[in-house]
């Protein structure tokens, strides 16, 4: 990589406490939910944190955005140390790293129209008078395929792809660097996850994006994804590039995974990474 990464993650670590009583509680337990885990992403790379459920992926995500605090461990956004952030400089470096969650029905307000949901962190941030938020709206659904005269529309009147395209929109509406999708798919048929990866790749190249793709799907790695990190246990037990790591997996957690994938061989994913 050259230059700095836009993210940085080093020896994170994330231990939850399990605790029994109501009045005198105390510790009967430790949850070891990520365990020094340290990857780069560079401006316009994709990397796919791939795992099974539970196996710490979206914790990962949420401890970079610092949607919760890690218990060691560093994560530095273009250099810069998140946790040494105060509240005002956290808030404002939030702007530049933007997540898509994985259900397109419960991630968008039901009372708010296209766009007032498009409109909100754009006045949150005070960017903008009312006007130029308007058109910056319409041009973010014209770039996610949609058209902007859905602006008026309320969620429950698109399909769950034209949600989630929404839900695309509202994460550029404040120009990001980082990326995170935290099984951003996964709720779609397969034929709209199609539809929804190739517009994630368009905006990835056209905004030069970093991008954390987390995901179970060992398919929708191959598709979209640079380099691969294999998580288990909340451990990264492989990490190579997506063609390298599916061509010839080293680890025998990745190869159960490649072996668990339904109705797919490793030489479908290998040619489909190769292809991506």
Known sequence: MSGVPVLQVDGLVKHFQLSRGIVLRRQVGLVRAVEDVSFEIARGETLALVGESGCGKSTTGRLILRLMDPTSGSVRFKGKEIADLDKDALRRMRRHMQIIFQDPYASLNPRMTVGEILDEPLRVHEIGDVSSRAARGRELLEIVGLSPEHARRYPHQFSGGQRQRICIARALAMEPELLIGDEPVSA?????????????DEVRRKFNLAVLFITHDLRVAAQVCDRIAVMQRGVIVEQGT?????????????????????????EFFAGAAAGA
Do not use: M
């Open 188 to 200: 779609l048929d397969v034929s709209v996850q199609d539809q929804v990866l190739r517009l994630l």
């Open 242 to 266: 997506t063609s390298e790591v599916f061509a010839a997996p080293r680890h025998e957690y990745t190869k159960a995974l490649f072996d668990a994938a339904p109705g797919r061989n490793r």
